[in-house]
């Protein structure tokens, strides 16, 4: 068996991922990829140039490379929630040298005592969410549930017939309405309250997802003696990947970068 680097390009990044995961037969969730190259839109639309990503491989030593075929049109969505969640300025020039974040593992959560609740902040918070998912397209047939659990956390299930538009691509619409919901909530008070917004039991399937990427590439560091580096990811989804190895031997973690490009790095040690 060997390691074989092939190249994938697309209009984005997540076109050139969905490319990727699509002809090597892989769910697009757990390719573990580099980004060599960010698209750049040029001038008038002259001097573009497509995302390009670096994806590594186990072949057979007479196995031919998997070979790229022409890149497929990308629908572009009409909203982006990543803006929303940039407070950072923007970087000029050459980036700054990555900052390491040491393995801080997360105990694992108990299951947490809920209950309905109808008071003005559920009220706010149903009016906010249900006011904004016609702007998204997630209006029909759309349901917002409000429950509070321990010191003012409140919990909002929503149900509806479009719940993929809210969830986004790997649940970034659905951090965006989670964030915006906090921010006009806690707008004005002293003491904050926390909001969590799920919908489809989505945050509960994606820690699993994450914990078996975690472990994925644990063993593939282990296997080839070196380190692996895991896509972008929001500062919760890496508490997940650095708790689900933290007791893994021969693995440690840490994470580089800035956000929110900041990312997992999985290392071998002896």
Not at 239 to 262: M, N, Q, W
Request: glycine share 6%; aromatic share 6%; proline share 6%.
């Amino acid at each position: 068996m060997a390691m074989k680097e092939l190249f994938f390009e697309g209009k984005t990044i997540e076109a050139a991922v969905e490319k990727a995961a699509e002809e090597l037969g892989q769910d697009k969730d757990l390719l573990s990829y580099t980004v060599e190259e960010t698209p750049t839109k040029g001038i008038f639309g002259i001097g573009a140039t497509p995302a390009k990503i670096r994806v590594e491989i186990e072949i057979e030593d007479a196995e031919e490379p998997v070979k790229a075929e022409r890149e497929q049109p990308v629908k572009i969505p009409q909203w982006e929630p990543e803006k929303l969640l940039k407070k950072e300025k923007k970087q000029q020039g050459k980036a700054p040298r990555p900052e390491v974040e040491t393995n801080r593992a997360a105990a694992p959560q108990p299951e947490v005592e809920k209950h309905p609740v109808d008071d003005a902040v559920s009220q706010q918070i149903t009016a906010f969410i249900s006011g904004l998912l016609p702007h998204i397209g997630a209006a029909e047939n759309s349901a917002v549930k409000v429950e509070r659990g321990e010191e003012d956390h409140y919990f909002v299930e929503v149900s509806g017939s479009k719940m993929g538009v809210l969830i986004g691509r790997r649940g970034e619409t659905l951090d965006a309405v989670q964030y915006l919901c906090g921010l006009v909530v806690n707008k004005g008070r002293s003491e904050k309250i926390r909001i969590t917004v799920d919908t489809e039991n989505y945050r509960a399937k994606r820690v699993k997802t994450l914990e078996s990427l975690a472990r994925k590439n644990a063993e593939k560091a282990i296997k080839y003696k070196r380190n692996i580096t895991m896509e972008p990811m929001s500062p919760y989804e890496r508490r997940i990947i650095h708790a689900a190895l933290t007791d893994r031997p021969h693995i440690t973690t840490y994470s580089v970068g800035s956000e929110p490009r900041r990312r997992v790095v999985v290392s071998y040690k002896k």
